[in-house]
């Protein structure tokens, strides 16, 4: 299958995720204006544009954390605008955030558990018991986890706390724990900021692998273009919170507005 | 005998040390989960007790008592997280902690309004009996060894609460980091409710064992205060931290009392574990086991 075929079809399925005419104000400053994308299912979907453009205001938006104070944010159609974030992470949307936000006390293990919460259904009896339905769920729930660990390749590491991890590793962590709520959309907020050129690597790898072989759709939020361009099917732009540009990477480096604001005067495609 | 005597305050200190730690519990799980400080938690324990001897009295049944004192306790607890506190989310620290100082005041003049203010007693089930229990040269209370039982027992419990269920490590998650928490799909709101819920339950507990021990009147809210001596030894967000800090302030108060008191005419017993908190603050603000982010509270 070339990459043009699998855009094609993947673009012909309905968005799982859509942004319509979404702002977001706070006090005098606009985050967000008038913004509308779509994400494809099954796509990665990048959102670039310079520090301060309404990238993180806009995840914020889409995982429950900010209320759009106009526009409509929808699921598989369904609109979530004005869900809580515990609702909107039932629903199927995780993400991880920019600076990394492991529960340090915890090992990897319970943090991965603990992105199981939304599909545990024991009650507080049982559970506390571990007995029962309770203690078959404990056992299948951590078989997910150790799904993932394995995917993610974290064997070594499952009794850690995660506090004493490397910035790469409590990174990889993090997306294994938003990994762990099986989600339907996975929002990664800047998963390379800060990492080496190494670590850069294999976490591009693993969100391939995470959308290739698991199926979830990925927006993702990062500043370095390469990756960027290299991984992504669609990219969006932001410049002071306003969509300045859209399509394939291939578009977007053509797209002059794009080049002026965020990828340089003198030529596209380049690292910034 | 010198030895005997000494073991005599030991023990007593560690039975009354666990009594305080089920009390400081109290505060460390609302602390832990809430990052609130409930300065009316003796006044929590004083409103249990109150309740329980009431109920005891007039039902001659105990443990009627103290199911009725933990069900009102539960009940009052996740109406206050309900009502009075979840309002102040998101505010300054310190309107919460005017909020607990005002119930507590609150608490003080209305329960020995309505129940009046004499003291009472909390009559034990008679099996427990009143003949103190010799442990080799140590004569003990069968209150004592009945409260530091529970003590023990609901510490154990709520220990492995926190570190086993998920419920109790989903509560960690929520005292670590809010926001993340909730994009895990943790109901924030209802952990709170929850960690409210235990504190009463842990007052109500400590309403009835202290009560019966020293009697029930608005005298049992001063038990409330040794509770900040206890938790800042410790460390505001650490159960083990409730425990060893409630045994450290048990043991030194008996000591103060065993050998300072006959020379200074009594009442060290009193401020004996407040110096130690001084001290505490000075060397390690943070307690033993606590984390040290603390420090900027």
Redesign the interface.
Known sequence: MSAAESLADRAAASPILTVQGVSKKFGGVTAVQDVSLEVPRGAIVSVIGPNGAGKTSLLNMV???YRPDTGVIALEGDAITTL????I??RGI??T?QNI??????TVL?NL???R??H?RAG?LS??L?WGPARKE?IAHRERCEEIIEFLKLQDLRKQQTGALSYGLRKRVELG?ALA?EPKVLLLDEPMGGMNQDEKEDMARHVLDVNIERGVTVVLIEHDMGVVMDISDRVFVLDRGRRIGGGTPEEVQRTPAVIQAYLGTSKGGGQT | MEWEFTLLLLVNGILIGLMYALIALGFVLVYKATDAINFAQGEFVMSAGIIAAVVVAASTSFFLGVVVALAAMVLFSFLLERVMLRPLLGRPIVAVIMATIGLAALLRGLLPLVFGAGTRPISLPEFIGEEPIALGPVMLQPVQLVGAGVSILFLAGFSWFFLKSRMGIAMRAVADNQQVAMAMGINVERYFALAWAMAGIVSALGGVVWGSMLGVDVHLALVGLKVFPVVILGGLDSIIGAVVGGLIIGIVENLAAGYIDPYVGGGTKDFAPYVVMIIALMIRPYGIFGKRKIERV
Request: glycine letters at 10%.
């Open positions: 995982s429950g954390f809580r974030p515990s609702q992470a039932a995780a993400r955030f936000a492991l529960f340090s006390g915890l319970d558990m603990l992105g919460h939304v545990m507080v559970s506390a571990y404990e724990r709520l």
